[in-house]
């Protein structure tokens, strides 16, 4: 059973940080790509940033270049996602994902695996 345990949202201020974390269990970590989707009221989902944990390749959308920073741990089949300088347009619920064998960036159609969402709020 693949299983994607999410955490670390919660309210923080603009300009603060978050660091949200997934531990993944019933499948092979380096063999899926594991990332981070986020969906705000009436928007679509979108991609933030993923990881093929495989050879530590990334993937951030362009909206979070230079603010986010994700990372795996294999031995413990954990991802982090670091969030700093956080606006309010990052308010979103976040959600943890992970696939066999997509390209990073992939839309979130191609992700068959999906955590629980964790919420994240920056206050203005």
């Known amino acids: 059973d693949v299983q994607l345990q999410a955490s670390g949202g919660g309210l923080v201020q603009t300009g603060g940080s978050l660091r949200l974390s997934c531990t993944a269990s019933g499948f092979r970590f380096d063999d899926y790509v594991i990332g981070w989707f986020r969906q705000a009221p009436g928007k679509e989902r979108e991609e933030v940033s993923c990881i093929d944990p495989s050879d530590g390749s990334t993937y951030y959308a362009d909206s979070v270049k230079g603010r986010f920073t994700i990372s795996s741990d294999n031995g413990k089949k954990t991802v982090w996602l670091q969030m700093n300088s956080l606006k309010p347009e990052d308010t979103a619920v976040y959600y943890c994902?992970?696939?066999?064998?997509?390209?990073?960036?992939?839309?979130?159609?191609?992700?068959?695996?999906w955590g629980r969402g964790t919420q994240v709020t920056v206050s203005s």
């Open positions: 994902v992970a696939e066999k064998g997509v390209g990073l960036g992939a839309p979130p159609l191609m992700y068959d695996y």
